[in-house]
């Protein structure tokens, strides 16, 4: 059985490099994109004042409508973009305020994905990711990391995101 996927894009600027990536997966299955861009999610507060942005109303949506969630993010300064980090310190509401919806992460799939203009990543750069995933019971998928050049998405990521995409159905 195949299952529902959902590619999260985490960056900055909604028509980049990870765009291209995402149209790349996009253009070759089917499967749900999230552009978190879109979407108006502030900073985790430990007050709870920022209820009323989107971030409830999209994480339900991610877990009711998917099976696998793939999490794309360029690289800003060796890390995952703010808005990936963002969405994930938001997740701490779940654990606190919203736990029946918390609890429906575990059992889900969780991917993670890059985009940099380096064909290699010479450090962890998925460890938040991977023990995020296990925290919550979630089964990571693993970490792909992929490469533009020229303005385009390298025959190398391409054959490597088949491969991924396939291996997460």
Same mark, same amino acid.
């Given at each position: 059985?195949?299952?529902?996927?959902?590619?999260?894009?985490? %960056?900055?600027?909604?028509?980049?490099?990870?765009?291209? &990536?995402?149209?790349?997966? &996009?253009?070759? +299955?089917?499967?749900?994109?999230? !552009? &978190? +861009?879109?979407?108006?999610?502030?900073?985790?507060?430990?007050?709870?004042?920022?209820?009323?942005? !989107?971030?409830?109303?999209?994480?339900?949506?991610?877990? =009711?409508?998917? !099976?696998?969630?793939?999490?794309?993010?360029?690289?800003?300064?060796? =890390?995952?973009?703010?808005?990936?980090?963002?969405?994930?310190?938001?997740? $701490?509401?779940?654990?606190?305020?919203?736990? $029946?919806?918390?609890?429906?992460?575990?059992?889900?799939?969780?991917?993670?994905?890059?985009? %940099?203009?380096?064909?290699?990543?010479?450090?962890?750069?998925?460890?938040?990711?991977?023990? $995020?995933?296990?925290?919550?019971?979630?089964?990571?998928?693993?970490?792909?990391?992929?490469?533009?050049? +020229?303005?385009? &998405?390298? $025959?190398?990521?391409? =054959?490597?995101?088949? !491969?991924?995409?396939?291996?997460?159905?």
């Amino acid at each position: 059985m195949n299952k529902r996927i959902t590619v999260v894009q985490c %960056s900055s600027r909604s028509t980049g490099d990870t765009n291209m &990536l995402s149209q790349y997966i &996009l253009d070759n +299955n089917n499967i749900r994109f999230l !552009d &978190l +861009n879109s979407k108006q999610i502030a900073q985790y507060r430990y007050d709870d004042a920022n209820l009323g942005d !989107d971030f409830l109303p999209t994480i339900s949506e991610l877990i =009711s409508e998917s !099976d696998v969630m793939i999490f794309l993010t360029p690289i800003y300064w060796y =890390s995952m973009s703010g808005l990936m980090k963002t969405f994930f310190d938001r997740i $701490s509401e779940l654990l606190k305020d919203e736990k $029946s919806l918390g609890r429906q992460l575990r059992g889900k799939h969780l991917g993670y994905m890059s985009m %940099s203009n380096d064909r290699e990543i010479d450090y962890d750069f998925d460890m938040p990711i991977r023990k $995020s995933a296990s925290y919550l019971g979630m089964h990571y998928r693993g970490y792909l990391h992929c490469c533009v050049e +020229n303005g385009r &998405l390298t $025959s190398d990521s391409k =054959s490597k995101v088949d !491969d991924y995409i396939n291996l997460l159905r």
